[in-house]
């Protein structure tokens, strides 16, 4: 971002600065079960592999900030595959079972069809295979979901705000086609990577008008293999410009397409699942709301996320992660690094969307001239 004399500052190193990570002086052993302080087991692990994006989402990468000048992560910081399958195993034997790939755009990371592969041969302590999934624009998925499912990738989520071509690329704000996202979710299921699960971002006033076309198309075409989910456009980051006003409830979004087609509840397929999952009563498949902001969900959020360059982040809206990179990077051992993993977890008492319901969300701008320290970037710690 530009401070007020210009000064290009990259977002990602603003924040507290966290003590180097330490290995504890009493081990905390992988034991296949670890409890932060709420008694909330880690399960599961976002890796961001790149901070670069080929769209700029005005939530998320707006222009103005994220422009020519703006400072990425160099390549000498990005963890290395063969890092973050390490980090991954010791987190697989501390309990995580699913690993989704994010970012930025994480099909702009050269190769990594190669680090899916890597991470494909990584074993739970009981001998399963974990969970592999993707969250992308879809923007490079038609050419590359053969390669993404031969090399491991079980399912990708794919994020799209509308239909309407003109929508879609005044919300990507690099003018992409909308034919371009649909043909990638035609390749991913002709591929194998469904079902598939498809998330838009609802900014009331920018994209509520194609909740209703976005739910019609998707409950006729491919015979149920894509999920529509509708995410509440959150408070996260410091750049988007966020306003309650322009985030639509869920209770909203389920009432509208509920008007059209009758929907009834379901459980959670999971525990510390992030999506309330509704059923079409005529049995034409299903929809989920994601309502971070309206209806928090920490109580069972069992997310660890991993940034890029090796940071480990306990919460969406952190401020700080704890650096694992030096210990990648030095002569820490296996059992050295999960110990500082487990100790990290134990140590977890995030719950930040909990806080802000409580507090209301106009109390906290996440603004590094407010009275809180400035969150981290969605690009950099991924969705
Ligand atoms: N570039 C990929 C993509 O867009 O799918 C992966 C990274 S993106 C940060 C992950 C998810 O975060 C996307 O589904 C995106 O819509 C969501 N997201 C980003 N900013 C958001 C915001 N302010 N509120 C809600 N969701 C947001
Ligand atoms: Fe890029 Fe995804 Fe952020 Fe959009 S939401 S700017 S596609 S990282
Ligand atoms: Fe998890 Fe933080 Fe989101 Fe709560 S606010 S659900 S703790 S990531």
């Not at 702009?108 to 991470?119: A, F, P, S, T, Y």
């Not at 500082?340 to 802000?356: K, P, T």
Request: proline share 5%.
């Amino acid at each position: 971002m530009k401070n007020s004399s210009n000064t290009v500052i990259p977002i990602s190193t603003i924040g507290r600065a966290r003590p180097a990570v330490a290995v504890p002086e009493v081990a905390v052993p992988a034991t296949g079960v670890l409890l932060d302080r709420l008694g909330r087991p880690m399960t599961d692990l976002r890796i961001s592999v790149t901070d670069r994006c080929n769209f700029r989402c005005s939530y998320c990468m707006p222009k103005d900030v994220f422009d020519k000048d703006y400072k990425y992560l160099p390549h000498s910081a990005l963890l290395s595959f063969e890092e973050m399958t390490r980090l991954a195993r010791l987190f697989a034997a501390h309990g995580v079972r699913k690993i989704r790939l994010t970012g930025g755009e994480p099909l702009l990371r050269k190769n990594i069809e190669g680090l899916i592969e890597q991470l494909a041969g990584i074993r739970s302590p009981s001998g399963e295979p974990l969970a592999l999934t993707l969250t992308t624009n879809g923007s490079l998925l038609a050419r590359k979901a053969a390669g993404l499912r031969a090399a491991g990738l079980q399912r990708v989520t794919v994020s799209l705000d509308s239909l309407d071509d003109a929508v879609f690329r005044h919300m990507n704000d690099v003018d992409f086609p909308v034919a371009d996202v649909l043909a990638g979710i035609d390749a991913a299921l002709a591929a194998g990577l469904g079902p598939i699960k498809v998330n838009m971002v609802v900014k009331r006033g920018t994209n509520e008008q194609e909740i209703l076309p976005m739910a019609r198309y998707f409950r006729t075409h491919h015979g149920g293999k894509v999920v529509l989910r509708f995410i509440e456009y959150m408070d996260v980051g410091a750049t988007n410009g966020w306003r309650m006003d322009e985030v639509l409830p869920s209770a909203d979004v389920i009432a509208r397409i509920h008007a059209e087609f009758p929907l009834v509840p379901l459980e959670a397929a999971t525990p510390g699942e992030t999506a309330q999952r509704w059923a079409y009563a005529d049995g034409s498949g299903e929809i989920g709301v994601i309502s971070s902001v309206t209806q928090a969900f920490c109580h069972d959020c069992s997310r660890a996320r991993l940034s890029t360059e090796g940071k480990l982040y306990l919460c969406l809206f952190a401020s700080a992660g704890h650096d694992l990179r030096p210990l990648l990077r030095g002569t820490a051992s296996d059992d050295d690094i999960a110990s500082a993993i487990g100790h990290i977890w134990q140590g977890r008492a995030d719950r930040y969307s909990e806080l802000r319901a409580l507090r209301g969300p106009d109390n906290d701008s996440g603004d590094a001239g407010g009275k809180a320290p400035r969150r981290v970037e969605m690009s950099y710690i991924g969705g």
